[in-house]
C-alpha cells in the first residue's frame, strides 16, 4: 500500500509541475509559501482520503477457494439478519468455520461428489421465493442485499448454496458408514467417571387411542366440485392458479405461497399426493384426488429434471358437530370399558384406535427428535405437555378435541401415561438408546478430526498475517 501511496502522490506531484510550467512565472515569496503550503494540505487530505478506503483483502486460501475479508464480515451480518445471537462469535472462529466448509467442498470435487446445477438452481429459487415472500418484493429484495439486479443476486446465492451443499455431501460421506457396536457403547459409558456421568431429566411414555370423525358423502361431492370450478376457470378462463390457492386453500404450509411446493419422488410427502404429481406435465391441472389429509388439485409450474415447481389447492370437507360428537361419544365409551377393565389400554389402541401409525404398538407416542418412546419433560411440545401434566398413574384423560397442523381433519383422542423417569445420573440399562447415540456421535466427530487433520497436510492452505495469532480449533497454519 505505501508503494501505491508514493506513485499516486507522485503522479499528483508530477501533474501539479505540468501544470505549473503552463503557468506565467511570476510569483512572489508569499505566494510560493502558499502555493507549497496548499500542495501541503492537499497532499494531506490525499493521504486521509486514501486511508479510508479499505480493500478487500484475502483472509485465507484453502485449496481452490479464496475467502476474502468481506465473506466474514458477510457472515457475521447473515447470523444477526437470522436472530442468532452473536455475542460468542469471534472473527478468528468465523474464519476457521469458513475454512472448513471449504475444506469439504475443496475435497468433495477432488472425489467426485458433485453437486448438479439444476438441484443448485431449485434450491436457490426456493430461497429467492421464500425471501420474496418474507420482505415484500424482489425489489426490496435487492436493495437489502446492495444488489442491481436478480440475476447478480441469483448468481451469488447460488454460489453459496453450491459451496455449502458440496460441504454437506463430504461431511455425509466421512461418517455415512460410521456404525456403532454394543462393546463400543459399553467401553464409551464405561470410561466416563462416575462423576462426569450425564444426567437425563425427567421423562414419561405416552400412549393415545385417536378416533377421527368422516365427513358426509354430500360434503365431500360439495368439495370436487368447487375443485372441479377451479380447474376450470384456470384452464378455460385463464385464472391464476396462484390466487385461487391463496383464495381457497386450506394448507397452511403452502396457502400464502399460492400454494407452492417443489419436490422430488424422495420428498416426504403423501405417497398418493406425489405420484399425482409426477404423472402430469408442465402446465397440466390434475383431476380433484383425496388423500389423509383432504381433497386436492395440482398445477405443474415447472419440470427440472427430477424435481418438480407445482402448486396446489387443498380443501376439507367440513365435519358436521353430530359426526365429531359420535366419535367423542365413543371414547367416552372406550375409556369406561379400559377403567372397567374389559380390556387393556393397548387392547383397545389395536382394535380401535384410527391411528395407524401408534394402534399396533399400544398406541405409544414416538418422540420426533429422537424416536425413543421417551419425551424430556422439559423439551416436550407444550401443547403434549399440557394435556398430560396433570394425569396421575393409570388415569387415561377425557376425549380432547385437536386440529391437526398438517391441515388434515380434527379428531379426538384419549391418552395414558404408561411409564415415568424421574430425573437421574446415566444408567447403562434404562438409558442405552441415548448412551449409544452419545458415543456414536463422538466416533463421527473423532472421524471428522482425523479427516481433517489429514487434509489439512495435504492440501494448500494459506493464512494471511494478520490472522495467524488467531487460535484456530484445527492447524490451519500448520505449524
Not at 448438479?116 to 436457490?124: G, K, N, W, Y
Not at 416436550?380 to 396433570?390: G, W
Not at 463422538?442 to 489429514?454: G, T
Request: aromatic share 8%; with cysteine; hydrophobic share 35%.
Amino acid at each position: 500500500m505505501n508503494k501505491v501511496l508514493a506513485l499516486f502522490l507522485s503522479l499528483f506531484c508530477l501533474t501539479l509541475g505540468h501544470a505549473q510550467e503552463n503557468e506565467p512565472a511570476q510569483e512572489t515569496a508569499a505566494e510560493v509559501d502558499m502555493a507549497v503550503n496548499t500542495t501541503a494540505e492537499a497532499e494531506n487530505d490525499t493521504i486521509r482520503n486514501f486511508k479510508r478506503v479499505k480493500l478487500d483483502g484475502i483472509a485465507a486460501v484453502v485449496g481452490d477457494y479464496v475467502i476474502l475479508d468481506s465473506d466474514i464480515e458477510k457472515t457475521l451480518i447473515d447470523l444477526k439478519s437470522q436472530g442468532v445471537s452473536t455475542e460468542d462469535v469471534t472473527r478468528c472462529g468465523l474464519l476457521g468455520k469458513l475454512m472448513e466448509d471449504r475444506l469439504y467442498a475443496h475435497q468433495a470435487v477432488q472425489d467426485s461428489l458433485l453437486v448438479s446445477d439444476d438441484e443448485v438452481t431449485a434450491t436457490t429459487d426456493r430461497q429467492i421465493q421464500g425471501f420474496v415472500q418474507q420482505i415484500g418484493s424482489m425489489e426490496k429484495l435487492l436493495k437489502f442485499y446492495k444488489k442491481e439486479d436478480e440475476a447478480s443476486l441469483r448468481e451469488d446465492i447460488s454460489k453459496i448454496n453450491k459451496l455449502r451443499m458440496l460441504s454437506e455431501k463430504m461431511q455425509g460421506s466421512i461418517v455415512e458408514e460410521i456404525e456403532i457396536t454394543p462393546e463400543e457403547v459399553r467401553q464409551f459409558y464405561n470410561k466416563i467417571p462416575e462423576d462426569e456421568r450425564p444426567v437425563f431429566g425427567a421423562e414419561m411414555e405416552i400412549a393415545q387411542i385417536t378416533k377421527a370423525p368422516e365427513p358426509s358423502e354430500e360434503e365431500k361431492q360439495n368439495v370436487i366440485d368447487k375443485l372441479n370450478a377451479i380447474k376450470a376457470d384456470v384452464e378455460d378462463n385463464d385464472a391464476s392458479f396462484s390466487v385461487k390457492a391463496i383464495l381457497y386453500s386450506q394448507d397452511p404450509g403452502s396457502k400464502s405461497k399460492g400454494g407452492f411446493y417443489s419436490i422430488t419422488k424422495e420428498t416426504g410427502f403423501d405417497k398418493t399426493f406425489k405420484d399425482v404429481a409426477f404423472s402430469l406435465k408442465e402446465g397440466e391441472v390434475s383431476e380433484p384426488f383425496e388423500t389423509i389429509f383432504g381433497y386436492h388439485i395440482i398445477f405443474i409450474e415447472k419440470i427440472r429434471g427430477q424435481e418438480l415447481d407445482l402448486r396446489h389447492i387443498l380443501m376439507q370437507p367440513e365435519i358436521s358437530e353430530k359426526a365429531l360428537n359420535e366419535v367423542k361419544s365413543e371414547l367416552d365409551t372406550i375409556r369406561k370399558h379400559i377403567m372397567e377393565g374389559k380390556y387393556t389400554f393397548a387392547q383397545a389402541a389395536l382394535n380401535f384406535s384410527d391411528e395407524k401409525e401408534t394402534k399396533f404398538d399400544g398406541g405409544l407416542l414416538r418422540n420426533p427428535s429422537t424416536f425413543d418412546s421417551r419425551f424430556e419433560l422439559t423439551k416436550m411440545d407444550p401443547t403434549l405437555y399440557n394435556q398430560v401434566r396433570n394425569l396421575k398413574d393409570d388415569e387415561i384423560s377425557y376425549p380432547i378435541l385437536e386440529e391437526d397442523p398438517r391441515g388434515g381433519s380434527p379428531k379426538y383422542k384419549i391418552l395414558k401415561i404408561t411409564n415415568r423417569y424421574d430425573e437421574h445420573v446415566a444408567d447403562f440399562a434404562k438409558d442405552y438408546l441415548k448412551i449409544q447415540q452419545l458415543a456414536k456421535t463422538e466416533k463421527q466427530y473423532n472421524a471428522i478430526k482425523k479427516w481433517m487433520d489429514e487434509h489439512i497436510d495435504e492440501t494448500y492452505i494459506s493464512v494471511n498475517q494478520s490472522n495467524q495469532d488467531c487460535d484456530f480449533a484445527n492447524n490451519w497454519t500448520k505449524e
